[in-house]
């Protein structure tokens, strides 16, 4: 079932890359990916220590990423 579902997503990713909206779109979700992948690590690595850069730093985070799902 896991296979299927994959091979469905490439299939889709394919057409997409062929399209050129289609790859410049998942250009734009990878970059966004990449940076929140590092919002997240910067936010864990500064709420481990809990200094008050760290603190704020997470505040900070928080508060954007709220705001990306409204």
Known sequence: ???NTI???YAKMLVS???QK???AIEWIA????ILAIFAAIQLYFNK???SVGNA???T???IIKKIGE
């Open 1 to 3: 079932m896991l296979t």
């Open 7 to 9: 091979q469905k997503w």
């Open 17 to 19: 890359l062929n399209n």
């Open 22 to 24: 289609g790859a410049q």
């Open 31 to 34: 970059l966004a990916g990449v």
């Open 49 to 51: 220590g809990e200094t």
């Open 57 to 59: 730093i997470s505040e």
């Open 61 to 63: 985070l928080s508060n």
